[in-house]
């Protein structure tokens, strides 16, 4: 058997060791931080057709669903409360435990003095000893215990595995659709939401491409589309950004922008997601112009994941 290669290294020296390496990691850990605020500051994951942060970690930089999606909560967290930063940077807070921090205070109405005396309380501590301090917080206030957050793992190349909690009354409704579907077909659960999803994407869809009879250009000047030519750009794009795939938050987009002489003509017309407008504009305007005209706030783009689940697409 091979001997490990720290075999002749003093126990003085090896515990040493040890301590450098733990706080370079800490060090690390709040670097990638910073650098994953400011890839998502500049939407720089669009850019490699990425459709989120989410996406980028974990196809992009290899790291595990869990490891991407704790540490992109912590940094969203520590943007909206600076002090966790400061915490994170000086060691005194773990990513597990700013995760739990992001979920209280997603569920509790707090002021930002509030949050700050929360963060000084549980600096330090362990995840358990975080977690007895929120929720001793959470009686204090009146607050129930937060439900576990719905839990998402790839079974089969095919099939995931969802484990969530959900109300009661919710419950009695799925029973109720199970039960009238019983007689039409075999159902089970899985079935039965799937029946749901088609239901609903079925109206939504419906809404986004509006039956025409006919599609122009429209002759119109302004930046006004009108809704036979944004149907029309839906159903080119089937309901995908043009982009990156996503499906979520899409938006019409000028190919050639509107302020630098492009029209609403549907060839320069093309549908895409929040984000890769966003990295659209900061590339052609830069970021500073599109804060300056109000074009791109971050205070209103960043998605809350603690607590709700990590849905992400």
Do not use: W
């Not at 050639?256 to 305007?285: E, H, M, Q, T, Y």
């Amino acid at each position: 058997m091979k001997s490990s290669p720290l075999a002749t290294i003093s126990d003085t020296k090896l515990l040493s060791n040890i301590k450098t390496l733990v706080n370079k990691e800490r060090e690390f850990t709040a670097r990638i931080i910073d650098h994953l605020a400011e890839i998502e500051h500049r939407k720089l994951y669009s850019e490699l057709k990425y459709r989120s942060l989410f996406e980028y970690c974990v196809k992009e930089l290899s790291l595990s669903e869990d490891q991407a999606g704790r540490r992109i909560t912590a940094m969203r967290v520590s943007l909206r409360v600076p002090v966790i930063k400061n915490k994170i940077d000086k060691g005194e807070l773990s990513i597990s435990n700013a995760n739990l921090l992001s979920s209280f205070f997603n569920q509790s109405k707090t002021s930002q003095q509030e949050k700050k005396d929360v963060v000084h309380r549980v600096a330090g501590t362990s995840k358990r000893e975080c977690e007895n301090i929120l929720n001793s917080i959470k009686k204090e206030k009146g607050l129930p215990n937060s439900p576990k957050a719905p839990h998402i793992r790839n079974e089969t190349q095919d099939t995931v595995r969802l484990s969530l909690s959900i109300n009661k009354k919710t419950m009695a409704k799925i029973k109720k659709l199970k039960g009238i579907y019983a007689h039409k077909q075999d159902t089970d659960l899985a079935k039965i939401i799937d029946l749901m999803a088609d239901s609903l994407l079925e109206k939504e869809e419906a809404k986004q491409i509006p039956k025409q009879k006919s599609i122009k250009t429209p002759k119109k000047k302004g930046r006004y589309i009108p809704k036979s030519v944004r149907a029309q750009v839906f159903k080119r794009a089937k309901n995908k950004c043009e982009i990156c795939g996503s499906i979520h938050a899409l938006q019409i987009d000028h190919r050639k922008p509107f302020a630098l002489g492009g029209d609403n003509s549907i060839s320069n017309l093309r549908l895409v997601c929040r984000n890769c407008n966003l990295r659209s504009g900061i590339k052609v305007f830069g970021l500073e112009k599109m804060k300056r005209h109000g074009l791109y706030a971050p205070e209103r783009v960043i998605e809350k994941t603690s607590g709700t689940g990590r849905f992400n697409f």
